[in-house]
């Protein structure tokens, strides 16, 4: 087994790794797809210097769009030349017109060939255009290409939910060459975001063979985010043809680049006791107390010394003494972090509870990055908040415009006619808008740009919903706001990244009310990324205004949800608020009223669930762990963290 060191940066520690595969480890993406960058640009510079061809692989999706964006940058900036470079793309779908925007030939020159001095014909992409018999023969001179181009120098890489590399799903031959592949349904279903409806994924795709990646003399490997189970399992787990990317572990030069939050089900980050000597602060031991409970499926305050000793943690008891007290320290933890008082209970002045008491009551701003976010992962809180008397406002940083299927929109243009022809009103202007968004969707082609009106009508649509929830939950007029930040409004799936005008939006909206609790969403596995972005601006603007002196700002807590997508891990919990099954109840029905988002959901993800339902599985599941560690058994919990800025 190869055995690596790294700097773990949530402990700041050195530690043998249980990793088969090299690890860097990055604070966010935009680090690591620099590191990426960088190292593309060192082997371009140097095969230039030695007067050689750079024979590039190159991946497609989410992933190394922040890479592609920085190798430009340094091709503008810092004069990085790509005369010298050949590149052939690791797949394309099957079958699909170059010209479509799904296709890999389409994302390869908007995100990077079309921004560079690559020579045309040193590119090479997968044809998609052919007929089947076409395609297998296209797949044998593919392969002669690579060959008469000297191999691949540097294979860029990313990883499905089930570990395939390239189009090659589990079950791929080690020994597959360049191919016509049958898509994975879970791959569909996660590619699905790109074509709004699964039906519209094709179900083939032309791909590099697992040995040809294999032949590639240096692979770099980049996973952001929600990929943390897979990438464990690749780096740490047998190598298996079921898990492609594990194959991996097999090549002599082959690095995983990825973040803290892919990064966090590796061995060294979850349970870094196991990986060598290391400093027990509180929240480590927290950590390794409560997955011992779980694994164990014992109460906390029932583990015993042998338990600690049989479960790699007899350094803890060393460290610190007594099992029991050890136990009573967690049990507390745990215990402090469950309030019905997420705006802090006045008067009490408890030095455990996880918000302050004064002042109160409190302003408080709710960020919902889609039109639902704020009901769906924490309703239950938003209620509670109102409730107890605090000035609650909810800021909608996106329209979540292309989440409306076009049938919605037809449905509420007849309902805008027959409401005008019903009250004798002239539908003649309404009418027209109808007619035209009826001849327009009926010629839209897959992932063909909504008009502007259509995409203002969907944005409308959601604004609707939004408002209605606000009601329900009992907020005014005024304590709600649409801010359509600009990042999101280009009318594709594919976002810009965030700019100066979205963090000034926010920095407006936040010394307008000066709040005293901000709630943001922590949840960064939405397939879109819009999630990420929406929870940057919000740092940055915090960070802006903290930086500029302003006095309010020190008084601000920030806590981070999650639900719409995943939940926090039970350990990292700081404040858990208990839902009655009646409490369950309002909220489900105050996801219901986001009727567009309801029976069939748009950009689902690999979550066949509707959302109403994920978040009731996440809540009840949230509060079962706590039950099962030995604390109170409730419905339902929703989870915070707190973030320090």
Known sequence: MKQSKHINYNYKIMVDSFEKIPVEIFPSPKEGSQYAAGEIAKLIRQKQAEGKPCVLGLATGSTPISMYKELVRLHREEGLSFKNVITFNLDEYFP??????????????????????????NIHIPNGELSKEEARKHCMEYEQMIDDAGGIDLQVLGIGNNGHIGFNEPGSSIFSKTHLAILDNSTRV??????????????????????????????????WGFKAPIVAKAVEGNVTEQVPASILQQHNDCTFIVDEQAASELTRIKSPWLTGVIEWTPKIIKRAVVNLALK??????????????????????VEKGDAYEINLQVYYLLRDSITGWPGGKPGAGLSTHPERSEPYPKRVIIFSPHPDDDIISMGGTFMRLHDQGHDVHVAYQTSGNIAVTDEFVTRFLDFAVGFQDLFDMDNK???????????????????????????????????CEAKATCKYVGLTDGHWHFQNLPFYETGTIEKKPMGEEDVKLTMQLLREI??????????????????????????????????????????????????????????DIEMAIPMSPDQVMKKRFGIFIHQSQKDAVPFQGTDNREFWQRAEDRNA????????LGLTRYAAMEAFVRWIY
């Open 514 to 571: 000066k709040p005293h609790q901000v709630y943001a969403a922590g949840d960064l596995a939405d397939p879109h990324g819009t999630h990420k972005v929406c929870l940057d601006i919000v740092f940055e603007s915090l960070r802006r205004i903290k930086a500029e002196g302003d006095a309010w700002i020190n008084d601000c807590w920030l806590w981070l949800y999650k639900g719409a997508w995943q939940e926090w891990d039970i350990a």
């Open 96 to 121: 699909i017109a170059k010209t479509a925007f799904q296709s890999y030939w389409s994302f390869m020159h908007r995100h990077l060939f079309d921004h560079i001095d690559i020579a045309p014909e």
């Open 621 to 628: 599941n949230t509060a079962n762990l706590y039950s099962a």
């Open 429 to 463: 202007k309404s009418t027209e808008i109808l007619e035209d968004a009826q001849n327009y969707l009926a010629s839209k082609k897959s992932g063909g740009v909504d008009t502007p009106e259509i995409r203002a009508i969907k944005g409308l649509i959601r604004r």
């Open 296 to 317: 164990l499926n014992k109460p906390v305050l029932s583990l015993t010394t042998p338990d600690y000793n049989e479960n790699g943690l007899g350094d803890l008891l």
């Open 190 to 223: 996660a590619n699905a975001r790109e074509f709004q409806n699964i039906s519209k994924v094709p179900r083939l795709a032309l791909t590099m063979g697992i040995s040809t990646i294999m032949k590639a003399k240096r692979i770099l490997l980049m996973a």
